[in-house]
């Protein structure tokens, strides 16, 4: 947008980047405003141009904008250029394959690129699967955390879990089909076969499914194969699963771990991970029983 300054030079408003979250599943849960934000942007920015195409025809939208692509092998190369058009007065819309633009898609170079530039930054709300598998979950959802994806090499990925074994909060992950496997099998070894999980698989598509339990059943039940787009929610770290255990059963454990070889410190932090509890408690209730013992 342009307007004159008193000195006569002409001066150019920044334009918008709009954020639109589309379908994870069913094409009827598209945002109204959707529609309306493909047929009037200045420029779309698609993740995959072929499923936008696809987008537009099932919402019968003729986008006017020019349409280019911003994915995650170009998003360097191309947040320069929107950006200049963003600050040019265009109005910028950027869309991904599915769910909100930035939660492990495409998007935050490019918010953070405008922010910078001044450029205001709004957004069209959608389908998240995030909080659909929350609320679908049957866990607790007060407090939560999403973690993303995890990396793919078995070390790095252990590694990954070890750092949140003592999370209280509920967790939240994305995973491809083909690791799913893998990936709960590590979570049970981190957080614990017992603690509760669920996976929630092509949610809002036709095949939907929610598989509820503990890891270490559901890694089972992931070792024959499973197809389709994967959220992962598991329970945090929490008094339960101490409740369950018991003081005397944790303390046994470290004492086979000190009697197999380990150091008293490592035995309390492995076992703490396999319960899903805090090292302190599992310490604390070491301490109890050496104190018991001396004054036995």
């Not at 953070?112 to 598998?133: I, Y």
Request: charged share 30%; glycine share 10%; with cysteine.
């Amino acid at each position: 947008m342009y307007g004159a300054c008193e000195d006569g030079n002409v001066t150019v408003t920044p334009g918008t980047l709009v954020l639109a979250g589309t379908p994870i599943g069913d094409i009827e849960d598209a945002p109204p405003r959707l529609a309306q934000e493909l047929a009037t942007a200045d420029v779309i920015a698609a993740e995959d141009t072929r499923r936008l195409r696809r987008l537009t025809q099932a919402l019968g939208v003729q986008p006017a904008g020019r349409v280019v692509s911003y994915f995650e092998g170009n998003e360097s190369a191309r947040t320069p250029e929107l950006v200049e058009a963003l600050v040019g007065g265009a109005r910028v819309l950027l869309v991904t394959d599915a769910g909100m633009p930035s939660v492990s898609d495409p998007g935050y170079r490019l918010v953070a690129a405008a922010v910078e530039k001044d450029v205001r930054v709004t957004a069209v709300p959608g389908p998240s699967a995030v909080l659909t598998a929350l609320a679908l979950s049957g866990l607790p959802v007060d407090r939560f955390c999403f973690e993303g994806f995890l990396p793919r090499k078995a070390g790095e990925r252990l590694s990954r879990l070890r750092e949140v074994a003592e999370e209280r909060r509920t967790l939240v992950y994305f995973e491809a089909p083909h690791r799913l496997g893998a990936t709960l099998a590590a979570m049970a070894e981190v957080f614990g076969s017992q603690r509760g999980a669920a996976v929630c698989r092509e949610l809002t598509k036709t095949y939907e499914e929610v598989r509820r339990g503990p890891l270490g059943e559901l890694a089972q039940w992931a070792a024959e194969g499973v197809r389709g787009e994967i959220t992962v929610v598991v329970e945090g770290a929490g008094e339960r699963a101490a409740e369950e255990l018991g003081a005397d059963e944790l303390v046994r454990r470290v004492r086979v771990r000190e009697e197999a070889g380990e150091r008293r410190k490592e035995a309390i932090a492995a076992v703490a991970a396999e319960a899903g509890l805090p090292k302190r408690e599992v310490f604390d209730a070491v301490v109890a029983a050496k104190n018991a013992d001396v004054s036995g």
